[in-house]
Every structure is written in structure tokens, then in C-alpha cells.
């Protein structure tokens, strides 16, 4: 048997993560400016301004000439209205003369 610990690599070794002061992982470099961004877009645009947004993407998504564009158009107001759906992990199992059957599980079911 050996007296060396296993090394961990830098990672928490509960999570796999890295752990704070790990030099490969120095964090997010944008971090404080995206936050400046966000900061700016939230002083800046109310209410109103979102109501006035979405009123031109259901325009779009009603008059649009070509398919692309509604599509696009309507995915964008259903994220933001309704949320973006669960991701789903989907695997296909292949049987000798049975076919092709997929199975679709979601976030949270066995």
C-alpha cells in the first residue's frame, strides 16, 4: 500500500470542480463587464421598452414573408413567454426485429 493521498489535480474532490486558486481555471475574464452590461440595459430599458420589443417580434412573427423568419420570430416571444422547455436526454436502442424504439427521459424522471 502506498502513503500517497491521491491527487486531485486541483479539483474539489466531492465535485470534480476546480477549486478556488486552481491557475487553470482563473474564472469568467468578461465577468465584471458583462455585469457593467447588464447593469446599463436594466437602467435603461423598462417595462415599456420590453412591451414595445415584443409588439414588433409578433409583428414579424404575423407578416413575415418567409417561414424562416416566423419561426424565429415565435421562438424567441414562446422562451421568453412560456420558457425555454427541459432539456431531454434521448437515446435509440436497436433490437434484432423489433426496430427502432427511442427513449426520451427528462431532467428529474428514472
Known sequence: MSDVAPTTFGRDPKTGQFARGNRASPGNPHIAKVAALKAAIMKTVGPEQMVGVFENLLELAHGAKNDCDKI???????????????????????????????????????
Do not use: H
Open 72 to 110: 424565429a420570430a415565435s421562438r424567441v416571444i414562446i422562451e421568453y413567454a412560456v420558457g425555454k422547455p427541459p432539456s431531454a436526454d434521448v437515446s435509440v436502442e436497436l433490437s434484432e426485429g423489433a426496430g427502432i424504439t427511442f427513449v426520451i427521459k427528462r431532467e428529474g424522471s428514472p
